[in-house]
């Protein structure tokens, strides 16, 4: 059964999200993600997801990326592990790197 109380909650990127629910991580299972991230549930891991524009995109409007559609494929008990902050309640156009840059100056 899923945890009933949440023990630790990590705050991630959608492009984390990603790699954590991608099977190549776990010798290209999907059975074996599924359990890791059972098992994680267990510990009463939790997730909060912040999204981002696209990168790369030259012309046309840049979409946001929330994440929410990576979770279609996971089992409804998990879904709850992950928390999606939508556009309208998180989203800043500035990446690490730009951060990172104006710190230096």
């Known amino acids: 059964p899923p945890s009933t109380k949440r023990k630790m909650s990590?705050?991630?990127g959608t492009d984390t999200m990603v790699r954590i629910l991608n099977p190549k991580y776990y010798n290209n299972s999907n059975d074996a993600m599924i359990q890791s991230i059972r098992d994680m549930d267990q510990q009463g891991v939790h997730f909060v997801v912040g999204g981002r524009l696209e990168q790369?995109?030259?012309d046309?409007?840049?979409k946001f990326i929330s994440g929410a559609e990576e979770l279609d494929d996971l089992p409804e008990?998990?879904?709850s592990m992950?928390?999606?902050l939508g556009e309208d309640a998180f989203r800043v156009d500035l990446s690490s790197s730009e951060i990172r840059a104006k710190q230096k100056k």
């Open 10 to 12: 990590f705050v991630i």
């Open 56 to 58: 790369g995109k030259k």
């Open 60 to 62: 046309g409007e840049l």
């Open 77 to 79: 008990d998990l879904k």
């Open 82 to 84: 992950f928390t999606i």
